[in-house]
């Protein structure tokens, strides 16, 4: 269902970070800057939806608690979690397993519901209908800051040129496993450290939603990032990867 990919080898000895990324771009391109700088602690593995990415396009539908499962079976050893969107969503699912090898997560830039059944349906039918092209324009607005769109516009062109080449249908599975996602009411049995990290101006999960993630939980820390939007690794590296080690150096304690 999924692939995982090295994207750093990390210090012999590392402990090893395991990143996700969000609906519509691959996990090397998303977390690749701030992959590189977490290298220089931990050896970072980063997997792909199905249709994304290294991961090859899924043949019917599966819940965010499934892809969850995937990348249990896919990782043996214990290893620190950050994914973003809609694999932020697959974090706190892998922290509800209770499985020991999950030693903290970080929900970037995400929630514990994210938009409603309707709005995800509707757009699992235009893409099955249209496919990805009409998503394009909408997703400039959506993904970055202004000031990522201002000076960083090679960042959101590589990532909205990508977002072309997912497969239509594997990304409308994945539309509908959202449309499904809320775990609200389940986030007090998370025990393991959770990081709630997102842009102050992000529009597709504002800071209210990270907000309700970190309370929720029993160790939970909210980081804004102000004027970042919903792609923060790619839009900000450097805080990210501090907001990152902190966490995680935190749960090693």
Avoid: N
């Avoid at 992959?35 to 980063?46: M, T």
């Amino acid at each position: 269902m999924i692939t995982i990919t090295e994207l750093a080898p990390g210090p012999a000895g590392g402990a090893m970070l395991l990143v996700g990324p969000s609906l519509g771009t691959a996990v090397a391109s998303l977390w690749g800057a701030a992959a590189a700088l977490l290298g220089e602690r931990y050896r970072v593995l980063g997997w792909d939806l199905p249709g994304h990415g290294a991961s090859s396009p899924a043949s019917g539908p599966f819940s965010l608690a499934e892809l969850a499962d995937a990348v249990l079976d896919a990782v043996g050893s214990p290893f620190h979690y950050a994914g973003v969107s809609v694999a932020g969503a697959v974090g706190l699912h892998l922290a509800l397993t209770g499985d020991p090898r999950v030693l903290s997560t970080a929900v970037v830039c995400s929630g514990a519901k994210l938009g409603t059944r309707e709005s995800w349906q509707e757009r699992a039918a235009l893409v099955r209908e249209q496919g990805i092209g009409p998503l394009v324009e909408g997703s400039r607005e959506r993904w970055f800051s202004d000031r990522t769109r201002s000076e960083r516009p090679e960042v959101v062109e590589a990532l909205l040129t990508e977002l072309q080449g997912m497969d239509a249908a594997s990304y409308a599975f994945v539309c509908e496993a959202l449309s499904e996602h809320d775990v609200r009411s389940r986030l007090a049995e998370i025990d393991v450290p959770t990081l709630a990290h997102c842009g102050g101006d992000d529009v597709v999960c504002p800071p209210e939603l990270m907000a309700e993630v970190a309370d929720g939980v029993r160790e939970g820390r909210l980081v804004v990032l102000p004027e970042v939007g919903h792609l923060a690794p790619a839009e900000d590296p450097e805080a990210t990867v501090a907001a990152l080690e902190t966490q995680a150096l935190g749960a090693e304690k």
